[in-house]
């Protein structure tokens, strides 16, 4: 599961409707700090109390952060 969260890319979706997923914004050069963005997932899932957006999303940035 988490490496199919990790790899999604909206964008190669087959919905002709393709929202913008993302809570924070790619840098000029169009590359997505993942860090900052699970992040403000984690933020906005506890904000609303997601309880399991949260344990996924907090599980996604711990693995994000051993990458490091």
């Known amino acids: 599961m988490n ?3 990790l790899t999604f890319d909206p964008s190669e979706s087959p919905q002709r409707i393709k929202p913008n ?3 924070t914004q ?3 050069d169009g590359r997505m700090d993942w860090i900052a963005e699970y992040e403000a997932r984690v933020n906005r899932d506890l904000k609303i109390g997601n309880t399991t957006g949260y344990l996924n999303n907090m599980c ?3 693995i994000l952060k051993q990458l490091l």
Do not use: A, K, T, V
Request: cysteine-free; overall charge neutral.
């Open 60 to 62: 996604i940035l711990n």
């Open 26 to 28: 790619p840098d000029r």
């Open 21 to 23: 997923i993302f809570l």
């Open 3 to 5: 490496h199919g969260i």
